[in-house]
């Protein structure tokens, strides 16, 4: 039986994935084509960017990504898929050092499919694991490689 804290945490979930799909689906197209870097960030910033740089949205993305997976956590949803932990590992690609990596266009038409395919309870393997040098890591091993944090 659920408790009302977990019914309560259950709402705020579906209410911030609801925005963070939202708002992603609504600028990852022009980010697929022009190439604005949504995935650069005050956490991820592989070129040390000046924070005047990034684009406006950028910091709260990546803090609403960090409040899903957050919640999914604190109340034993699965994570991996989920549209909070594919932005985050976006986020994760556009950092990395592999020259491997996909860049910006690449992974916000990457993330718009994932988004607009229903897939997103799926796992995913793949590229984007080997990008980010995960070859060898399990699922339940990577998801734990995230740094959650409550930005």
């Known amino acids: 039986m659920k408790t009302a804290q977990t019914e309560k945490l259950e709402r705020v979930l579906r209410d911030a994935e609801k925005e963070l799909r ?15 870097n949504l995935f650069t960030n005050a956490e991820f910033n592989p070129s040390n960017l000046p924070q005047h740089r990034f684009r406006s949205d950028a910091d709260g993305l990546l803090k609403t990504a ?37 860049g910006p266009r690449k992974l916000a038409a990457w993330l718009l499919g994932e988004l607009g395919s229903g897939t997103l309870q ?4 793949g590229r984007l694991w080997r990008a980010l040098g995960n070859r060898s890591r399990s699922a339940d091993e990577h998801q734990s490689s995230i740094t959650i944090s409550a930005h």
């Open 22 to 36: 939202e708002t992603l689906l609504r600028v990852l197209p022009a980010a697929a084509t022009g190439g604005s």
């Open 66 to 102: 960090r409040q899903c997976v957050q919640l999914r956590k604190q109340i034993g949803a699965g994570v991996i898929g989920s549209v909070g932990y594919l932005f985050l590992q976006a986020c994760e690609e556009n950092s990395s050092r592999d020259e491997q990596r996909r």
């Open 122 to 125: 799926r796992h995913q393997h």
